[in-house]
T-cell receptor, first 113, second 117 residues
Framework: DAGITQSPRHKVTETGTPVTLRCHQT?????MYWYRQDPGHGLRLIHY???????DKGEVSDGYSVSRSKTEDFLLTLESATSSQTSVYFC????????????FGPGTRLTVL | AQKITQTQPGMFVQEKEAVTLDCTYD???????LFWYKQPSSGEMIFLIY??????QNATEGRYSLNFQKARKSANLVISASQLGDSAMYFC??????????????FGKGTKLSVKP
């Protein structure tokens, strides 16, 4: 347990509405990540952060934005949710700078109707 | 191209037997790391084991070992003495610094392991 929480854990929303998912860590890790998990695709990186206000795009960043104003919080925003963004979203932290192993939060199940 | 391939969508193993989950990778980066994660039906992602590209010995963690064959670009996970609680999805992942990725991980699509009593 690397002290990672995600909120909300479940959310149902309608197409076109904005949605923000929050990731919170308690151990001051520099790197944080947002992934989505879909059947048949494994985990795919959406965005990541390497420090406060330092973020970059991942493999599937279209339709998503992120912000990191404090070390402990990494927010993922869907500006206008679409049904294709129905997924399970995982936040992760990079636990060590040597091996880069990542520890994950519990996940958020998002359904866009 | 950086790629992780897990060719077994699903596998069955008898309780108490050993099982090997396959993972092959592709990278042009000489320095990389390989990881295995477990995802039980409850959904959390659990880090199991790590192997660095320069490590001379195969990594082991309890009943988990990583069969690292560098020339074949394979990093198979071996679970000894399977238990019912080992039933889960297993993901192989790779870390490289290729293309300025800053050591991000790329994941395979996973193998679903079912342990039979």
């Amino acid at each position: 347990d690397a002290g990672i929480t995600q909120s909300p854990r479940h959310k149902v929303t309608e197409t076109g509405t904005p949605v923000t998912l929050r990731c919170h860590q308690t151990e001051n890790h520099r790197y944080m990540y947002w992934y989505r998990q879909d059947p048949g695709h494994g985990l795919r990186l959406i965005h990541y952060s390497y420090g406060v206000k330092d973020t970059d795009k991942g493999e599937v960043s279209d339709g998503y934005s992120v912000s990191r104003s404090k070390t402990e919080d990494f927010l993922l925003t869907l500006e206008s949710a679409t049904s294709s963004q129905t997924s399970v979203y995982f936040c992760a932290i990079r636990y060590s700078e040597v091996y880069n192993e990542q520890f994950f939060g519990p996940g958020t199940r998002l359904t866009v109707l | 191209a950086q790629k992780i391939t897990q060719t077994q969508p699903g596998m069955f193993v008898q309780e108490k037997e050993a099982v090997t989950l396959d993972c092959t990778y592709d990278t042009s980066d000489p320095s990389y790391g390989l990881f295995w994660y477990k995802q039980p039906s409850s959904g959390e992602m659990i880090f199991l084991i790590y192997q660095g590209s320069y490590d001379q010995q195969n990594a082991t963690e309890g009943r988990y070992s990583l069969n690292f064959q560098k020339a074949r670009k394979s990093a198979n996970l071996v679970i000894s003495a399977s238990q019912l609680g080992d039933s889960a999805m297993y993901f192989c992942a790779m870390r490289t610094n290729y293309g300025g990725s800053q050591g991000n991980l790329i994941f395979g699509k996973g193998t679903k392991l079912s342990v039979k009593p």
